[in-house]
């Protein structure tokens, strides 16, 4: 560790040195580069961060510093703020004891001198993210003083009018009276009537000084304030252009690496960072960082197109001949199509659906209450209590894939599979809207439990999901539309526990297949990541890549989740992608967020670029025409805060309906509770559920035992064992609206829906429906 000189107490020193901060309890001590300056200390990982990020900044001029062993000290603002701190020596500690009194006494000193008031608020400006804070809660309160006292006048100056007019009336029945026995009373009643004028005179006068001199004491101190909130705006113009000219500088620099037309821009340098909703990049919040993941360089960068391919009609060498119209056919064509059938809503009116459920209870979780159940038993079998829970199971979390099935209907309508393709790629990224702030775990379905989701009347789909297998958990899922599509998906979670985060792989592919093109597309999900597992505020990411392949035509999308950086300067939740032909030629780039909105620009020409400094690859340059958007995110309901963040779909997934099969999992019981509100009885419902569950089981694998041949018996002993197996499905069970699939696109073993569910719903023909709730 480096040794800082002895600090000496002229003004204007600043004293720099290591020391070792009180994190959490899981890091325990690390070692921090502080900073003192002008009666403030600030902190920073290393000497490199001094320039362009703080950890966390402390006033001394309100601060209290506690020495409390040899090496280690405290420093406190009042609670707001407490730096555990220790030293490398207990000479090293002395030092900055000696240097941060000098510091406080010297804020405290200039503090006195700028504020006549008295006030306790330092003229210095407080760390970032105090200063607005404070300084309005300090005007608020001087309103209040000075509203206090204009009220205060405005009493008095009724008090006047009223005390004036009745002296006024006293004298004038004085001078009408004659002289006699009434005079020494008259008399009397005027002499009290002036008193009292006098009183309310005085307060009158005593409120007005005391209203002078609050705004003369508080003036000097505005007029502070407002000439430093000047100077601040001064240096930011000036920290403002030079930035302006170190990019112009950059552009300069990227023109002269790349062979494209000088008018390029980048239009992905926006000001929008991913800090937001994160908190503040306090060294306490360590937590909320991913550190596996870096700031990742683009693949690609897109300029505006030259000016000559945005004349309509024009046939420009480049641009792809097999969509057969001009940019306009997007907007046109789709985007302006509706979506609804006109005879399918003639039939039958909408049912009119939930929009609100019970608010979520404000229960504490008591961490004792679940590891007294970990004594003694198996993890396995270790019940999870619901306050980790949304009330929804897994199967309704994946229809909520068909949130934004429009984006499917409006696929359907489209001549060109490029454009197709397009829509394809945006509804798979807005399946992941509804997850950025629903850090609730769905339930996990029992095996055999079914969730039909049918909107043919309001969206012209249904779709039916079953839990086909338990060890390991897998769903299937099929989906038909009216209006031309097919979606079937088999899904089975896989995760992986790393400490600070979990992250969750689903596996398995999800088909999409047009009827009228037989264009049949297939992709697979990305990785979710759930960080602050143990300690801080539970926030979700998803990153990855998806390549969405047209088996027909060799179209191909990809595109990328870009992690969550703490370093990088790009969107948050950003995603990206380029649409290419069989030959791999772009015809289209897409760009947004998953949580908000993608666009699509039409691709004019490419070219090579400057090389990628970090790995040596050259990207890619293309030359669009202005983006258009073709997916937003719907706003949440109002209230959604207290509803677990559901969206609009999310909230009718779990109203009653007639005639639902009676596996359907809006018919689980545990699960109803929770969304009532009864949590202590969904627990309990959950744990005889799951105990059900098991001993069905049980009885299953014994009954395949006695049929089995003696090798298989062995298997499937160890499996009523709980010994972990090497088969895909463990369960020794037969879905009942689901048969067994060898996929010829992906080469997956998955399941296929057979038919016959919509017909015994019609029916009302469940008599082959397991009783598993």
Sequence with gaps: MSEPKAPTPTPGDTYKGWLFKWTNYIKGYQRRWFVLSNGLLSYYRTQAEMGHTCRGTINLATANIVVEDSCNFVISNGGAQTYHLKASSEVERQRWITALELAKAKAVRMQAESDDSGDECSMTPPPAGQSGSSRNSEVQSTLRTLGSKVE???????????????????????????????????????????????????????????FLALAQAHSKR?????????????????????????????????????????????????????????????????????????EDPQEFITVPADPKYHRSGSNVSGISSELGMDDQSIDEQSLASNPESPQSQELEPVKKRRTRIPDKPNYSLNLWSIMKNCIGKELSKIPMPVNFN?????????????????????????????????????????????????????????????????????????????????????????????????????????SKFRGKYLSIM????????????????????????????????????????????????????????????YFSRDVARKVTGVVTDK????HYVLSGTWDEKMEL????????????????????????????????????????????????????????????????????????????GRWEEANAEKQRLEEKQRTVRREREREAARTASPAEEAVIEDSINDTPLKSVHQDNYEALWFDHFDDPFTGEQTHLYKGGYWEAKEQGSWENCPDIF
């Design 390 to 494: 949304e009330p929804i199971s897994m199967l309704q979390r994946l229809s909520e894939d068909l949130e934004y099935s429009e984006l499917l209907d409006k696929a359907a309508k489209c001549q060109s599979s490029l454009e197709q393709l397009c829509y394809v790629a945006a509804f798979t990224v807005s399946s992941y809207s509804t997850t950025v702030h629903r850090t609730g775990k769905p339930f996990n379905p029992l095996l055999g439990e079914t969730f039909e989701l049918d909107r043919r009347h309001e969206s012209g789909f249904r779709s039916l999901c079953e839990q086909v297998s338990h060890h390991p958990p897998a769903a299937a899922h099929h989906a038909i539309s009216d209006r031309g599509w097919t979606l079937r998906q088999e899904i089975t979670l896989a």
């Design 152 to 210: 205060d006048l405005s009493t008095c100056n009724d008090l006047i009018a009223k005390h004036g007019s009745a002296l006024q009336r006293s004298l004038s029945e004085l001078e009408g009276v004659k002289l006699g026995g009434e005079t020494g009373d008259k008399i009397r009643q005027v002499t009290e009537r002036a008193t009292l004028f006098r009183i309310t005179s005085n307060a009158m006068i005593n409120a007005c000084r005391d």
């Design 583 to 586: 030959e791999g030629k772009a």
């Design 601 to 676: 620009s039409r691709v004019m020409q490419s070219s090579r670029g400057g090389e990628n400094g970090t790995e040596g690859r050259q990207k890619t340059v293309y030359q669009t025409l202005k983006a258009r958007e073709i997916w937003r995110k719907t706003p949440l309901p109002e209230g959604a805060e207290n509803m677990y963040y559901f969206s609009t779909l999310a909230l009718t997934l779990n109203e009653l309906e007639d005639g639902v099969a009676p596996t359907d999992s809006r018919r689980r019981p545990d699960q109803r509770m929770m969304e009532q």
């Design 506 to 565: 689903p596996l398995g592919s999800i088909h999409c297949i047009f009827e009228k093109s037989e264009n049949h597309y297939t992709w697979k999900k990305v990785t979710t990541t759930v960080h602050n597992i143990i300690v801080g505020k539970l926030w979700i990411d998803q990153s990855g890549e998806i390549d969405i392949i047209n088996h027909k035509t060799g179209d191909r999308c990809h595109l990328k989740f870009a992690p969550y950086s």
């Design 222 to 294: 505005w007029q502070k304030a407002l000439q430093a909130e000047r100077e601040q705006r001064v240096r930011l113009e000036e920290t403002l252009e030079q930035l302006a000219k170190q990019h112009n500088h950059l552009e300069r620099a990227f023109r002269g690496a790349t062979v494209l037309p000088p008018s390029q821009s980048n239009p992905d340098a926006d000001g929008k960072g991913p800090s937001s909703g994160k908190g503040d990049a306090s060294d306490e919040d360590d937590e909320n960082e991913f550190f596996d993941a870096m």
